[in-house]
């Protein structure tokens, strides 16, 4: 089992940014891909990015250029730095885990291992 607990949620204006952070406890988490997902009301939870064991990262069209992911293994942590936010980034982030496969993981399905989720709201 991996246990994850996401922080660093909250309200911002639009333009500002946050980073998020989800730690991780259980597992080596050296051999766990990763990812952010995102859920807005009423919609379906979203992949955002990901990052696998040997740290290729992998981000959905909507959000490059201002979303960054990174990961630290030795505090068994990854991180969501989110830039110029935007009103429609409101949602509640949630951060992923799977054990390491060979293709990228972009779907809810793809992965085992869930956290309870960080809420953002952006204010315009």
């Known amino acids: 089992q991996v246990q994850l607990a996401e922080s660093g949620g909250g309200l911002v204006q639009a333009g500002g940014s946050l980073r998020l952070s989800c730690a991780a406890s259980?597992?080596?988490?050296?051999?766990?891909?990763m990812g952010w997902f995102r859920q807005a009301p009423g919609e379906e939870r979203e992949f955002v990015v990901g990052?696998?064991?040997?740290?290729?990262?992998y981000y959905a069209d909507s959000v490059k250029g201002r979303f960054t992911i990174s990961r630290d293994n030795a505090k068994n942590t990854v991180y969501l730095q989110i830039n110029s936010l935007k009103p429609e980034d409101t949602a509640v982030y949630y951060c992923?885990?799977?054990?390491?496969?060979?293709?990228?993981?972009?779907?809810?399905?793809?992965?085992?291992?869930w956290g309870q989720g960080t809420q953002v709201t952006v204010s315009s």
């Open positions: 990052i696998s064991r040997d740290r290729v990262i």
């Open positions: 992923a885990a799977r054990y390491s496969r060979a293709w990228n993981g972009r779907t809810v399905g793809d992965y085992a291992y």
């Open positions: 259980g597992r080596t988490f050296s051999n766990y891909d």
